[in-house]
């Protein structure tokens, strides 16, 4: 009986990733997360940044979390924020995402 060769470990981990993507998730979630935010919290979010808070709440796991909140750092970095900023708006815009409660001042 011939030893069975065992699976590449990348391949393992390739098909692994491409199970768990989130590249099925419908276009229409976008546009309708922006509306989401827009009457939940009185923020207007652009496309760019309503991606990465669809990925987010959509995804399970604290490391797909803390990747949008750099992504979305960095674009609000590239458009004039500071970065103390940024960071702060970053996570309050995921942790509002995914929590479903509102800043109530």
């Known amino acids: ?10 391949k393992i981990i390739a098909a692994r990733r491409e199970s768990s993507n989130l590249r099925n998730i419908p276009d229409i979630l976008v546009p309708l997360w922006q509306v989401k935010i827009r009457e939940r919290f009185g923020i207007d979010v652009d496309r760019e940044i309503a991606k990465y808070i669809v990925l987010a709440a959509h995804e399970e796991g604290t490391w797909k979390k803390q990747r949008a909140i750099r992504k979305i750092q960095s674009l609000l970095n590239e458009r004039g924020i ?8 970053a996570a309050d815009f995921i942790r509002m995402a995914i929590s479903g409660k509102g800043t109530e001042e």
């Open 1 to 10: 009986m011939p030893l069975e060769r065992r699976k590449d470990i990348n």
């Open 82 to 89: 500071s970065v103390d900023n940024s960071q702060k708006m």
